[in-house]
């Protein structure tokens, strides 16, 4: 009786993996990406989103995006990864976590011409077929990183918007230096700009602030005496690209009905940036 439960249960298993593959229409499992201008960025900051998924036959859903240095195609670094229950006559049903939250829902589907046409509401527009490492975007090296007590945080490499890292042009006088970080995110302004040189991190002039998938954390902001400069030590002859360094540090004095004191401390900063 043991071996016949046995060859069931074996059976079971084999039956059940073979539908799990055959839930999935064949002709999703690739991966897919799809590029957008939604016209609601600053015009002196990056303009494209590219979207995309690693579609497998076993039902992963796996976020793609653009690889800064190099434009290509390349999986997102994430935690929360969607689930295909399944996929077949035009109906996919979509699990998408995000902690705390765990939403389903069921997107129509089509393929036309290696065109995946998608429509729900987390998932949706017409997206081109392709291959990971594909060159899908201009490459735009962005190099950021600083010292957070023992952490060592850098801009992310891989993200829907690149590069993550960048500087922005308010006026000729007014730079801003922006990254993001994972969950982590730091701006420093530069006024008086005139070109090479070290400059002074005054009051409000760096902030550091976290975030989730669907929190916003305080900003920590840089207090009068908070003893921190940027060197821009090399811009290139079109102004286009500057590197240098920094340090900084900062507080915030309150934050809605909670007060937080915390002093954080931000050193051996360096980067490398594109200027938009």
């Not at 793609?64 to 997102?76: D, N, P, Y």
């Not at 998938?213 to 902001?221: A, K, R, V, Y």
Request: hydrophobic share 35%; proline share 4%.
């Amino acid at each position: 009786m043991r071996v016949i439960a046995l060859f069931f249960l074996s059976l079971t298993l084999i039956i059940g993996c073979s539908n799990s593959e055959e839930n999935i229409d064949p002709k999703l499992v690739g991966e897919w990406y799809k590029v957008e201008n939604p016209g609601t960025f600053s015009s002196n900051t990056p303009q494209q989103v590219y979207t995309g998924w690693r579609i497998t036959k076993d039902g992963g859903m796996d976020p793609l995006g653009v690889e800064s240095a190099t434009g290509k195609l390349a999986l997102i670094d994430t935690r929360y990864l969607p689930e295909i229950g399944f996929a077949n006559s035009g109906k996919m049903e979509v699990t998408y976590f995000a902690h705390p939250n765990v939403d389903t829902e069921v997107i129509r589907y089509s393929i036309r011409n290696n065109m995946l046409i998608l429509e729900g509401r987390f998932a949706a527009g017409t997206y081109i077929r392709s291959k990971l490492s594909s060159k899908i975007a201009p490459a735009t090296p962005a190099d950021f990183s600083v010292h957070k007590g023992e952490e060592i945080l850098e801009n992310v490499k891989v993200d829907h918007r690149v590069p993550t890292a960048y500087i922005t042009r308010e006026s000729n006088s007014e730079w801003v230096l922006h990254a993001e970080m994972k969950w982590q995110r730091i701006s420093i302004q530069i006024n008086d700009f005139i070109g090479t040189g070290t400059y002074s991190i005054g009051k409000d002039q760096a902030n550091y602030s976290t975030f989730g998938t669907d929190w916003i954390g305080p900003t920590f902001t840089s207090p009068e005496d908070s003893g921190g400069t940027v060197i821009i030590a090399d811009c290139n002859a079109q102004n286009t690209r500057c590197s240098g360094e920094f340090n900084f540090r900062v507080n915030n004095v309150s934050w809605g009905a909670v007060e937080d004191t915390t002093w954080h401390s931000f050193t051996s900063g360096s980067f490398d940036l594109p200027v938009y």
